[in-house]
C-alpha cells in the first residue's frame, strides 16, 4: 500500500467514525428533546397523541378538581387565548395554586387532555418561567409587575 493510499484510508476512517459519533449524539438527543407548548399551540398545531412535550400557561380559576380516594388531579391551564385540560396522578408542588404560572410535562392523551408526568410552579411571585411568560405575551395579555419596594428602597416581598 502506497503512502497516499494509506493517508486516504486513515482520512476516510476517521471521517466514518466522525460520522457515527454525531449519529449517535443525534439520536441521543432526539430521546431527550422535549418542546414547549402554549395551549393554543397545542390547539393549532398537529401533536401526536403520546409525543412528550411540555405546556405551560396559568392555572384557570375554578378548574381544579380533585378524585376522591385517588391523588389524580385535574385542572385546566389558559394562556388567555384557549385552555387545555391537565390530568395529573400525584402530589402537586406547594406553591400550586389558581392563576399561577406552571409548565407541565407530559403526553397528550387521544381524547384531548394532557397527561402530565411532572408539574412545576413557579417559585415565588416576581418569577414567571420563561416559556410561559413569552406565550403570554404572544397572547398580549402578560403585564410585567415591578417588585415593590419599602422605604429604604430595598426590594420586599
Do not use: C
Not at 486513515?10 to 449517535?24: C, D, K, P, Q, R
Not at 406553591?95 to 397527561?115: C, S
Amino acid at each position: 500500500m502506497t503512502r497516499k493510499r494509506r493517508r486516504l484510508f486513515v482520512v476516510l476512517l476517521g471521517m466514518a467514525t466522525l460520522g457515527i459519533a454525531a449519529a449517535l449524539v443525534l439520536f441521543a438527543f432526539e430521546d431527550n428533546l422535549v418542546f414547549f407548548y402554549s395551549p393554543s399551540d397545542v390547539a393549532e398545531r398537529e401533536i401526536k397523541p403520546g409525543q412528550r412535550i411540555r405546556v405551560g400557561g396559568l392555572v384557570e380559576a375554578a378548574s381544579l378538581q380533585r378524585t376522591p380516594a385517588s391523588p389524580e388531579v385535574s385542572f385546566a391551564v389558559t394562556d388567555m387565548r384557549r385552555s387545555l385540560k391537565i390530568v395529573y396522578t400525584g402530589i402537586l408542588p406547594d406553591l400550586f395554586r389558581e392563576g399561577q404560572g406552571i409548565v407541565a410535562e407530559g403526553t397528550l392523551r387521544p381524547d384531548g387532555a394532557f397527561e402530565a408526568r411532572s408539574v412545576l410552579a413557579k417559585h415565588d411571585e416576581n418569577y414567571m418561567p420563561p416559556e410561559v411568560a413569552d406565550s403570554l405575551k404572544r397572547a398580549g395579555v402578560w403585564q410585567h409587575r415591578e417588585p415593590q419596594q419599602d422605604a429604604s428602597g430595598k426590594a420586599r416581598p
